[in-house]
């Protein structure tokens, strides 16, 4: 009746074991035979100590060359003990039947964990992204004009500065200083709102007659600044003068009445004139005050005077 009513699969050996070791009866599946000596079949020395015991126990071995596994129960009566020897493939797939509940809820967890890093990772980076974003904006507008959109006073000195640290004197470069003429006539006649349309369309102009690699900026009030990069000779130099001034002679703002705009310019040249944003400065500066003084609309070098 024991193998009809087990649990196990056919394989399973079902075995009564007297306390000297002998099999009184074996049924089932393939493995030991009656009357023979469980401790010769199977020399283990917990199984001798076990099956002496009064409690259950486990033995891993092998029958025949095959991983078994020896279950022992002890009968209450006459020191018999009823065993069930398994096959390990079948103890395995039951280890896995039993472990699969838990297995998947493993699975589950480390999924949602996964999945939880995944998004924890992808908001970080997210946010980081935004506060990238927040701070060059932000660092846009503390360096940008807000009329006309070019680098202000600070963010044009310290660019310049910056670039002249990065270069040698061999390198020379052409700092560019323009003063709108009669700019606060031009307030008072016109109204300051004509005025900030000159400063606006001066700076949109200047953006577009300069390369991307040159630096821009309004210094303030009617005073704009440009560092020309990379003039190796005088003729680019002159070159550059003459196509400042032809823009400024033919520069009408107003989009019904035109009105004509012009600047003293002046310039000083990088290292010659000066090796620093201040000392260029003053050079050019004295060169507009020149432009000035010859009649406005004009474009002077500073010449060391």
Sequence with gaps: MIPSLSEFDGKTQYLFVQPDGRILSAVGGKGLKKNSIIFDEI??????????????????????????????????RNGWFVCELATGSFIDSEVEKYFAPFKKVFINIILALI???????????????????????????????LLTGLLNKISTEQTIQDYLNTIDEEELGMFVLFDIDNFKNINDSMGHAFGDEVLVAVGKELTSMYRTSDIIGRLGGDEFAVFLKDIPNDSV?????????????????????????????????????????????????????????????????????
């Excluded at 891993?60 to 095959?66: A, N």
């Excluded at 999945?115 to 927040?134: C, E, I, P, Q």
Aim: proline fraction near 2%; charged fraction near 30%.
């Design 43 to 76: 020399p283990d020395q917990k199984l001798k100590k076990d099956i002496t015991g009064e409690h259950a126990s486990v033995i891993y071995c092998k029958v025949d060359g095959e991983e078994r596994v020896l279950v022992l129960r002890p009968f209450k």
């Design 237 to 305: 130099r002159l070159h550059m003068a003459e196509t400042t001034l032809k823009f400024f002679q033919n520069f009408k703002v107003g989009e019904y009445t035109k009105y004509s705009v012009t600047a003293s310019i002046g310039a000083a040249m990088f290292p010659k004139d000066g090796k620093s944003f201040e000392e260029l400065y003053k050079a050019a500066d004295k060169a507009v005050y020149k432009s000035k003084h010859n009649g406005r609309n004009r474009f002077e070098f500073y010449d060391g005077e």
């Design 115 to 145: 999945v939880f890093l995944a998004l924890t990772v992808g908001a970080s980076l997210l946010m980081r992204k935004w506060y990238r974003n927040d701070q060059k904006q932000l660092k846009s507008k503390a360096e940008t004009d």
